[in-house]
């Protein structure tokens, strides 16, 4: 075996469309999509996953750069491919530059359904809040932490039905006073990825040596 893949469930959708294309697919160990709540305990649960996996020669992280969760990362055995983009935003809207473009020309928070489906969610948040503090307090703390944002905005990858998340969105961007919108988004990179077309988009990090962050260059190094 060459590859394994390790990768988020919040992209699953996007990323089974094409693993299911692959004519030779390799394993996917998949990691819960709530701990991108904690970068420490998502970086600690990726590392630990990494140091199960032998006789590989590549493990292929799906996952952005997601609050530093990558930083510091190492195979002793084999190397690491990591896709070079902030986030998995930015992965399914086809790289930093085209999400930052985005942000420039409309502040808008993004989802898909798979942000919709897992376990600590902004509904979920939501449906505490409520519980802790009431409807009316609550919608003043969303409304203030959503205040810099004009839109909801769902990223269309064609790997999910967007007009039934987007009915059970409404209510909630309206609540909000969000417009909900949509954009296109782009299975490019996990194309890419899956099919080993590993180039500057990527990093490839050698066995041993830890993955490093340098974004004042809008890149990823690893340390030497």
Known sequence: MKTVAIACRTIEDELNAVYNTLSDPFPIVWVESGLHNFPAQLKERIQQEINKISGVENILLLFGYCG????????????????KVEDCISLLLGGNQIRQALSRKTPAFYLTDGWLRYE??????????????GEARSLRIFRAMFAHYSNLNFIDTGSYNIKSVMSRTAEFA????????VVPGTLKLIKKAFFEEWDDDFLIVPRGVPIHINYGVDSLTCQK
């Open 174 to 181: 309206s609540l909000l006073n969000l417009k909900l919108g």
């Open 120 to 133: 600590k969610n902004i509904y979920w948040e939501y449906e505490k809040c409520l519980e802790k503090y």
């Open 68 to 83: 530093n969760s990558i930083e510091g990362l190492v195979a002793a055995q084999a190397r690491l491919v990591v896709p």
